[in-house]
């Protein structure tokens, strides 16, 4: 399947199935994202607070009005600042963690000194712990990282009971490379941060950039004989990315597939989809792969391969869970807790359609729908075709494919934890149930469906109205995008349930690459000052709009076949400090 990018994207759970045939031919790549439960900030972070001390340090103004890098406000106000020193570099350009990170602290001594302060008390997390379980397995044999923590060998020392079971290669002092590989090792870490990450590579030495070459092509002599998945990673070093893109010209490369993890509903970097559409073009089984964190990716493979020993994983799952449920608060002297914006999913359809017949894969499926016409929700899975809608409608669509079973399927609450193909069916039914019962229009995204109101004018929005003054309008200069006030949903899995999150968003109408610079810039303005009363204001709005009065929510509202019935919570979640 294609992504807005035009490249191919593949989901989570057909990533994980494909994974747990191939495991023992993977190589994986680690990016400062895959440290981020660990408490190591990931490049993205370091980014923003560079541009803080830079701020700080020529303005000479306050650390407290700029303290929150999470506040759109505040980074705004930084970007411009960059802006407009005009030697500084542009958002999401290759070079602007280096730059950035070299125009805060020049010295490669301060730098490491900055570096050794984020890596210090981390610790590993799942991810970490299952990675190793699976290098124990025989199931990883290679470990590529950008990143300097020492948290891949510190899971493998705990799973492996041993501190010499990992082989570690770093690029300063490491003589012997190809012999190392040679011998096989494994399993094996190696370390590719010599070029933005320790110290520029135009400031190294002949000795250091050799072995940065010869790294280089070791790593891409490896990508002829393996497959590889990247998470965690932006794909901002050119050295890096220079070398993949070289090995996916190969012919034969990435024989068990190219897996780059990306996290949200952004575009990953044009250097990333350009190396996907590489690989693609030499017919390499090469996708973008949209998921939630690195966590819940490293569940979901343990969860489908057989055989692990996952006795020291299971432990460490079982020490680390920090969340448990508590009772609401009450009075107006309750515990301190900090609200959240997901409403729970009180009643979640119980089973579906299924259809067997021979029809491919999703957007054969989905094609399928639209010639003939029909009003169903569908989607594809190992097990067949599940759909809601009536039963005539249903067949109506899956007849010319020949049906030979046409019978029920139950919605297991186990395969809701993860992005599976029922969970993403139950996000399009419950958009559609919110978009048919309470009058909104739906724009259904991969991970994130928009809502917002059909008629601006009816007086059921006078409330929103009064709390944001303007529900839509036309973005000045653009008289082609058409903005309204609306929100994002999606479906996560937390406490053992299904929660809808929500998040007030503008909507655009008209939108194109010409203008997405126009509409980012708009959405920030009109958000910027949106601080915490005025999010909790708009959060209640909508939690009590989408509860619906506790009635049900109904996708299609059919009197005939099998419906996707939904009843949600009008009281969001909510977290509190634990107390040891």
């Given amino acids: 399947m294609a992504g807005e990018s035009g490249i191919a994207e593949v989901d989570a759970d057909d990533f994980a199935r494909r994974y747990s045939m191939r495991a023992a031919n993977i190589m994986w790549l680690l990016g400062a994202g895959a440290s981020a439960a660990a408490g190591v900030p990931t490049a993205g972070e370091m980014i923003w607070e560079f541009k803080q001390q830079l701020f700080l340090s020529q303005r000479k103004v306050s650390a407290k009005s700029v303290a929150d890098l999470s506040n759109p406000y505040v980074r705004a106000q930084l970007q411009s600042f960059v802006d407009s020193a005009g030697n500084l570099p542009a958002p999401d350009t290759p070079t602007e963690y280096a730059d950035l990170f070299e125009a805060v602290w020049p010295n490669e001594g301060d730098r490491r000194t900055y570096l050794d302060g984020k890596l210090k008390g981390a610790k590993p997390s799942y991810g970490h712990i299952a990675l190793a379980t699976l290098m124990k397995a025989g199931l990883c044999k290679i470990v590529w990282t950008t990143n300097f923590d020492a948290l891949v060998a510190d899971a493998c020392a705990k799973v492996f009971d041993s501190t010499s079971a990992l ?31 320790s110290r520029r590579l135009k400031n190294t030495g002949d000795e250091l950039r050799q072995q940065d070459a010869k790294l280089g092509r070791v790593l891409q002599d490896t990508c002829l004989r393996s497959g590889l998945v990247v998470v965690g990673y932006s794909g901002r070093d050119d050295s890096v990315m220079d070398t993949l893109v070289a090995a996916a010209k190969q012919k034969g490369a990435f024989p068990s597939g190219l897996f780059w ?35 819940e990716v490293m569940r979901d493979l343990i969860r489908l391969t057989t055989g692990l020993d996952t006795t020291i994983l299971d432990a460490f799952a079982s020490e680390r869970k920090r969340v448990s449920a508590v009772p609401i608060p009450s009075g107006t002297r309750g515990y301190p807790v900090v609200r959240l914006n997901a409403l729970p999913l009180q009643t979640i359809p119980t089973h579906c359609r299924r259809v067997q017949c021979k029809i491919n894969g999703h957007a054969e499926v989905r094609a399928a729908v639209e010639a003939a016409g029909t009003n169903i929700l569908v989607t594809r899975v190992k097990a067949g075709v599940l759909a809601y809608g009536s039963d005539a409608d249903v067949r109506k669509t899956f007849e010319p494919f ?53 008629d601006v004018n009816d007086a059921l929005w006078s409330d929103l109205k009064s709390l944001v003054k303007q529900l839509s309008g036309v973005v000045s200069g653009h008289p082609e995008l058409r903005w309204f006030e609306g929100i994002g949903v999606r479906l996560d899995w937390a406490g053992d349930r299904l929660w809808l999150t929500v998040e007030p968003r503008t909507v655009f109408e008209g939108a194109t690459q010409e ?46 076949g099998i419906d996707a019935v ?11 400090r634990i107390r040891s």
């Avoid at 012999?179 to 070029?195: A, C, T, Y």
């Fill in 167 to 197: 082989t570690s290669i770093h690029l300063e002092g490491q003589s012997g490379i190809d012999e190392i590989f040679r011998s096989e090792r494994w399993p094996m870490e190696v370390k590719l941060h010599g070029d933005f990450r």
């Fill in 402 to 454: 020949g049906i030979s079973e046409f019978d029920l399927h139950p919605i297991e609450s186990h395969r809701m934890r993860f992005d599976s193909g029922e969970r993403g069916l139950l996000r399009e039914a419950v958009s559609r149930a919110l978009a048919r019962t309470l009058k909104l229009r739906l724009v259904h995204r991969r991970h994130t469906d928009l809502l917002f109101p059909a």
């Fill in 261 to 295: 993890l990306h996290r949200g509903d952004s575009q990953p970097l044009p250097r990333v989809t350009d190396l996907i559409a590489t690989a693609a073009a030499n017919g390499i089984d090469a996708a973008v792969v949209r998921i939630d964190n690195f966590e």
């Fill in 515 to 560: 203008n997405k610079a126009a509409a980012t810039d708009f959405a920030r303005e009109r958000t910027v000052r949106r601080y915490n009363k005025q999010l909790n204001d708009l959060i209640a709005y909508w939690a009590g709009v989408l509860s619906n009065g506790g009635e049900e929510l109904r996708a299609l509202n059919i009197g005939a």
């Fill in 566 to 576: 939904f009843k949600l919570g009008g009281d969001t979640a909510f977290s509190r």
